[in-house]
Nanobody
Framework: QVQLVESGGGLVQAGGSLRVSCVIF????????MGWYRQAPGKQRELVAV??????NYAASVKGRFTISRDNAKNMVYLQMNSLKPEDTAVYYC?????????WGQGTQVTVSS
């Protein structure tokens, strides 16, 4: 049984910073990738950042402002968000992919006020 639990969302003013965290519960699986997605009201869920092997990739809209990182010892993945904009407002979801399945967290709300 694999479970992802996010935390760290909240309300922040434009230009501010937040870090969202995701802890991964479970064992006996090999990770293919781990990442963050977001979904704004009325929009489709979109990829924000992903770690695959030793490389990271970012959506163009967040590149240079957001940083994804992982702590293997703690089974955690983080998303540091700087210079936040109102258009970053969304529910942020943690995602991991193994070689056979995809798992999602429940999401954490990030709201950026102008």
């Amino acid at each position: 049984q694999v479970q992802l639990v996010e935390s760290g969302g909240g309300l922040v003013q434009a230009g501010g910073s937040l870090r969202v965290s995701c802890v991964i519960f479970g064992s006996g699986f090999a990770l293919k990738s781990m990442g963050w997605y977001r979904q704004a009201p009325g929009k489709q869920r979109e990829l924000v950042a992903v770690i695959t092997g030793g490389s990271t990739n970012y959506a163009a809209s967040v590149k240079g402002r957001f940083t994804i990182s992982r702590d293997n010892a703690k089974n955690m993945v983080y998303l540091q968000m700087n210079s936040l904009k109102p258009e970053d407002t969304a529910v942020y979801y943690c995602n991991i992919e193994t070689w056979s399945q995809t798992y999602w967290g429940q999401g954490t709300q990030v709201t950026v006020s102008s």
